[in-house]
Nanobody, 125 residues
Framework: QVQLVESGGGSVEAGGSLKLSCRAS????????SAWFRQIPGKEREEVAS????????YADSVKGRFTISKKPNDPDTLLLQMSSLKPEDSGMYYC??????????????????WGQGTQVTVSS
């Protein structure tokens, strides 16, 4: 059974930084796409960043240059999201997700097969 467990959310002032982690277990496919999504109450989840099994990354325009998605060195089962220069509009529930398919630009939720439980990020002005 595949499980994704996020950690690292919290509250920070605008301009600050946070790092999110997502530990995957039980996944046995070599090809995959891992991603972080963000959800604000009343809105659809939107993809923030993704990374495929070859290390190719895709970012939403709103976070380019501020967020970095990566795998933890020597631990490819742990997905990271380094968030810097945070803005109040970055606030939301952040979910990690895993897909059997390749990453796609502007991917929507239905590309992904597995989801974590979410971790809250709050950025105050």
């Amino acid at each position: 059974q595949v499980q994704l467990v996020e950690s690292g959310g919290g509250s920070v002032e605008a301009g600050g930084s946070l790092k999110l982690s997502c530990r995957a277990s039980g996944y046995r496919y070599s090809r995959h796409c891992s991603a972080w999504f963000r959800q604000i109450p009343g809105k659809e989840r939107e993809e923030v960043a993704s990374i495929d099994s070859d290390g190719v990354t895709i970012y939403a325009d709103s976070v380019k240059g501020r967020f970095t998605i990566s795998k933890k060195p020597n631990d490819p089962d742990t997905l990271l999201l380094q968030m810097s220069s945070l803005k109040p509009e970055d606030s939301g529930m952040y979910y990690c997700a895993l897909s059997h398919k390749y990453c796609e630009v502007g991917a929507e939720q239905d590309l992904y097969n597995y989801w974590g439980q979410g971790t809250q990020v709050t950025v105050s002005s």
